[in-house]
């Protein structure tokens, strides 16, 4: 089974300020891995993901995230928080016998104060 | 491209009520998938279908939960009879890979808030 944590479900920062967001993933196999962005009464876009390639993964919105298999890490991080930012971000993880379907951890909200 | 579409947008019904929930995909993605998101959770997948054949209900409440995807295209929740704890919204998410297949973008639609009282 496969599984994702992700570290605080609540983050503020400072706008102008470094964005990290943690996300540790459970699994057997070599995983498929997402991060997603959702606005207030929208569905999730995608930030960036990860398949098997380059370990620094950049996405949109000048977002980048980290694989490490050693630490069995995705974490998210952003060098510059815009007001834009604020939303819930979800780290996804898919693999092995899921059929493509993701397992997603609890959320993280995003405040950005100015 | 048009996004995934999803009707209702929101819903509220009383306990024991019937309602249902539909869903158009992006042209062309053979699979479709519904999430249940309870607030302050993240989505758990109810269904997969990859063209209009099931591929994983390991996770969906067979008793009151039932969802079709006829002619492959667009795709239909529906619960019956609902309960206080079915209060969630549910997304609708579909991807151009096959089922089987890793690393395809889910995209998803803007979903359905669905309140039980």
């Known amino acids: 089974a496969q599984s994702v944590t992700q570290l605080g479900s609540h983050v503020s920062v400072s706008e102008g300020a470094l964005v990290l967001l943690r996300c540790n993933y459970s699994s057997s196999v070599p995983p498929y891995l997402f991060w997603y962005v959702q606005y207030p009464n929208q569905g999730l876009q995608l930030l960036l993901k990860?398949?098997?390639?380059?370990?620094l993964v950049k996405g949109i919105n000048g977002f980048e995230a980290e694989f490490k298999k050693s630490e069995t890490s995705f974490h998210l991080t952003k060098p510059s928080a815009h007001m834009s930012d604020a939303a819930e971000y979800f780290c996804a993880v898919n693999g092995g016998t899921s059929y493509g379907k993701l397992t997603f951890g609890q959320g993280t909200i995003l405040t950005v104060h100015p | 491209e048009a996004g995934v579409a999803q009707s209702p947008r929101y819903k509220i019904i009383e306990k024991r009520q019937s309602v249902a929930f539909w869903c158009n995909p992006i042209s062309g993605h053979a699979t479709l998938y519904w999430y249940q998101q309870i607030l302050g959770q993240g989505p758990k997948l109810l269904i997969q279908f990859q063209n209009n054949g099931v591929v994983d209900d390991s996770q969906l409440p067979k008793d009151r939960f039932s969802a079709e995807r006829l002619k492959g295209v667009d795709s239909t929740l529906k619960i019956q009879p609902a309960k206080l704890e079915d209060s969630a919204v549910y997304l609708c998410?579909?991807?151009?890979?096959?089922?089987?297949?890793?690393?395809?973008?889910?995209?998803f639609g803007p979903g359905t808030r669905l309140t039980v009282l």
């Open positions: 998410a579909s991807s151009l890979g096959l089922a089987g297949g890793f690393g395809y973008e889910q995209f």
């Open positions: 990860y398949t098997s390639a380059a370990t």
